[in-house]
Structure formats: C-alpha cells, structure tokens
C-alpha cells in the first residue's frame, strides 16, 4: 500500500480493474473524506451521506470492473457526480411519492391500497418470495453470505461488515455485488421467481 500512495488515481483504477484489491484500497482512502464531506453538504443528514457513500462506492466499483471508467485523470469528479446522480435519484423518488390534501372533504386518505391489508393471496406469495430467497441464500458461498446477511438481515453498513470480518471495506463490497450476481443466476438456474 506504501508503493501505491505515490501512484496517480488513474493508475489505481487501471491496476484494480486488473484484479489489484489493494489499489482500491488506496483510492477509497484518498477520497473517503472529501467525498463524505460533499454528500453530508448535500444531504445534511448523517444517515442518509454514509448511504449514498456506500452506493457510490458500489457504483464505482461495478463500473471499473466492467471497464466504463474513461474519466482520465478526474476520479474525484467523477465519484462526486456519481454521489450527486443518486442524491438527485433519491430526492425525486421523495418527491414523487403521492401528497393529498385533506382539506377536500371528497378525499378519503385512508382509503388507499397501500394502507388496506394485504390480501391472502399476496400474503402467501410474499412468504414464498421469503422462503425461496432465504434457500437461495444458503445455496451461496460463506463469504458472500456472510456480507449478505449482515447488511439485508441486520442492517449494518459496509464499514461496519468490513470491521466485523477483518476485511477492507472493497472486500465486503465486492462479496456483496457477488453474492447478488449469484443469487440471481441461481435463481434463473432454479427456475425460481423473486417478484410478484
């Protein structure tokens, strides 16, 4: 990791798309804090920047390994605009979530689908969805499993995951995008629907 603190940004994308773990690593320690910094200033919630963080990192990662990363010599731009694409894709979702007003005496806001309860039927494919992807889950390798449960089952984040596992954070997000790639190529192996 010394050798590689002298090394421009490009040249660690270039040598983790390679295969080199430890050169993200290193661009993940460069850029953590002022990334974290900008998305806190976009967000102002704590909660919600570690999040888009770990999405951006995601992201990135997806990215490089699949040979889209062409921003020559502007890696810390570019993870900006990553985090502020998904800050932008999460305010919009928020927005767009349906508001009634209650002053129109015609609108009844308790009178929705979403609010009723679930029907039968929907119930028991939901559990069936739940069983099918908890048999998935044990069908893939420990390490991926391991980084699934933790983040989907109790809801740590991937900093947390990696001080747990005694790995890098790099290493339990790439367990994670695996153990997802996985889990879907097992289940159109199995036949197996994960949506109603």
Known sequence: MQKLAKVTDDMLVQSYA?????????????HQGRLLSYIMQLTGNRQQAEDIFQE???????????GGYVESGKFGAWLSRIARN??????????????MSTDDADVDILNRKELSEQTI??????????????????????????VLVMRYYQGLSFKEIAEQTG???NTALGRMRYAILNLRRISRERGVELTR
């Open 56 to 66: 951006t990192f995601v992201k990135a990662i997806m990215t490089i390994r699949q």
């Open 86 to 99: 998904l800050f932008i894709d999460q305010f919009r979702q928020e927005r767009a979530e349906p508001t």
């Open 167 to 169: 790995v890098s954070i």
């Open 18 to 30: 390679n295969g080199n773990n430890e050169a993200f690593d290193t661009l993940l320690a460069r």
């Open 121 to 146: 039927e929907d119930g028991m494919i939901d559990l069936q969805i739940r069983d099918d992807v908890r048999r998935l889950i044990t069908l893939l390798p420990e390490q991926q499993r391991e």
